[in-house]
């Protein structure tokens, strides 16, 4: 996986020498500091055009996203390419006392470790379907001036155009970028196709990890999102059971 092409995607006031130091091969992909100073600002720029319309990623056809607390097991990156997904990534889980082992899969998957179809989100992001429906807009507009509220205001005003449109959705919506391209996109754009459960478990696991175990059978996945903050005891049993290099890390008993 190392002498794949990498792009470090990092804010233009950022150093990246101590990364570059470990993937030799990376390139960096600075972008203004204002898409990456908060979590919110970085799901506004994952939702926008501008990462996906890279002169950087052209000529590719697809992106894997790989958070820094993500590690992958297996170098699988050719055959997912091949699945027909347009966005694959951890399965989302919900305690359910009739699941296996009381966790539920979701429909949608986590942004952190995800595979997109770089085809596909530039279609979504140069869209001029609305998302943000009129109605809310006029409530928006009504109650800024005739209750004076600014703020609705302000929001009615950039939902009017171009806020409301799915090409500038990132001037506006405020959730997860995956939750953006999982659960929102796929209601307005039934082309656009995400992986389901049972396809995501086999790529990435993040919460519900002995549950994804069992549902997959024992096999480890592609790889792991968040592996620090969900099961870590058992994550990084996984990991070392992959020959990943472990050492220096350990879990609070």
């Given at each position: 996986m190392a002498e794949r092409p990498i792009l470090l995607v990092s804010p233009q006031t950022i150093e990246t020498h101590a990364y570059r130091r470990l993937l030799p091969n990376a390139c960096d992909l600075k972008v203004p500091p204002r898409w990456m100073e908060s979590i919110r600002a970085y799901n506004r720029m994952m939702i926008s055009p501008m990462i996906y319309n890279h002169r950087l990623l052209r000529g590719y056809s697809h992106m894997l996203l790989h958070e820094p607390d993500a590690v992958l097991l297996k170098d699988e990156l050719d055959h997912w390419s091949t699945e027909p997904y347009d966005f694959i990534g951890s399965p989302w889980t919900r305690v359910d006392a009739d699941a296996l082992a009381g966790v539920a899969l979701c429909q949608g998957a986590n942004g952190g470790l995800s595979l997109t179809n770089l085809a596909a989100m530039r279609w979504v992001t140069s869209s001029w379907l609305r998302w943000h429906s009129w109605r809310h807009v006029f409530g928006d507009l009504y109650c800024g001036l005739v209750e004076r509220n600014l703020p609705k205001l302000r929001r009615g005003l950039v939902a009017a155009y171009p806020g409301g449109l799915l090409r500038g959705a990132y001037r506006l919506y405020n959730t997860g970028w995956d939750i953006f391209f999982t659960s929102l996109v796929p209601?307005?754009?039934?082309?656009?196709?995400?992986?389901?459960?049972?396809?995501?478990?086999?790529?990435?696991?993040?919460?519900?990890?002995?549950?994804?175990?069992?549902?997959?059978?024992?096999?480890?996945?592609?790889?792991?999102?968040?592996?620090?903050?969900?099961?870590?005891?058992l994550m990084l049993e996984l990991m070392q059971s992959m020959g990943v290099d472990c050492s220096g890390y350990e879990t609070a008993s």
């Open positions: 209601s307005l754009l039934p082309e656009f196709r995400v992986a389901p459960p049972n396809v995501c478990v086999r790529f990435g696991w993040e919460t519900g990890t002995y549950a994804c175990k069992l549902y997959n059978n024992g096999d480890p996945p592609f790889g792991l999102h968040a592996w620090t903050k969900y099961e870590p005891a």
